[in-house]
């Protein structure tokens, strides 16, 4: 199974600043990769697929990159809804396979 | 709008059965393809399980292929999850998921969840 390691573990950052996320998988999975958002309590939601897509309502402050083995979510300034864990996910291999996650918590 | 029901969760004794459903409305749902996903409690993410609306192929995790069955009634627009065998470690929150468009295995809508507990 394709192994995808989520950095840093924790990210510290105060409102207003950039974010960036980190996902590095253990073979290319082409663009075929997607960013979550779970908030405390709640479903997780898709922010971004195939690598660089936004789904439907999401912020433009949120931008994803990357292909290959190494992927990028960008926050571009952080608003005090934005503080949650962050997943990535790879659908070109089965089975399909999580992150670890990064926690992006208030400094 | 989308929505999904999961129900079926409970403690269950290690080697017992139980069978999630999860009830959708608010779209096509013979043509989504749909999953499973768990988190264990203070855990992250982790993909169980997955059907195709086509054809009703179906995908398992290494972790529970041979113990979880996942099958699908589209005239019912319902999404089961047969978990056989159960062990400690199938303790999680199981969500039932959409995909994001009729061709994608991303998980575009999210249930709540229903709990699982495996203890004796």
């Known amino acids: 199974e394709i192994v995808l390691t989520q950095s840093p573990a924790t990210l510290s950052l105060s409102p207003g600043e950039r974010a960036t996320l980190s996902c590095r998988a253990g073979?290319?999975?082409?663009?075929?990769l997607a960013w979550y958002q779970q908030k405390p309590g709640q479903a997780p939601r898709l922010l971004i697929y195939?690598?660089?897509n936004r789904a439907t309502g999401i912020p433009a402050r949120f931008s994803g990159s990357g292909s290959g083995t190494d992927f990028t979510l960008t926050i571009s300034s952080l608003e005090p809804e934005d503080f949650a864990v962050y997943y990535c996910?790879?659908?070109?291999?089965?089975?399909?396979?999580f992150g670890g996650g990064t926690k992006v918590e208030i400094k | 709008e989308v929505h999904l029901l999961e129900s079926g969760g409970g403690l269950v004794q290690p080697g017992g059965s139980l069978r999630l459903s999860c009830a959708a409305s608010?779209?096509?749902?013979?043509?989504?393809?749909m999953s499973w996903v768990r988190q264990a409690p203070g855990k992250g993410l982790e993909w169980v399980s997955a059907?195709?609306?086509?054809?009703?192929?179906?995908y398992y995790a290494d972790s529970v292929k041979g113990r979880f069955t996942i099958s699908r009634d589209n005239s019912k627009n319902t999404l089961n999850l047969q978990m056989n065998s159960l062990r400690d470690e199938d303790t999680a929150l199981y969500y039932c998921?959409?995909?994001?468009?009729?061709?994608?295995?991303?998980?575009?809508?999210w249930g709540q969840g229903t709990l699982v507990t495996v203890s004796s």
């Open positions: 998921a959409k995909g994001a468009s009729t061709s994608s295995w991303y998980e575009g809508h």
């Open positions: 608010g779209f096509t749902f013979s043509s989504y393809a």
């Open positions: 059907i195709s609306g086509s054809d009703s192929s179906t």
């Open positions: 073979q290319s999975v082409s663009s075929n």
């Open positions: 195939d690598a660089s």
């Open positions: 996910q790879q659908r070109i291999n089965w089975p399909l396979t």
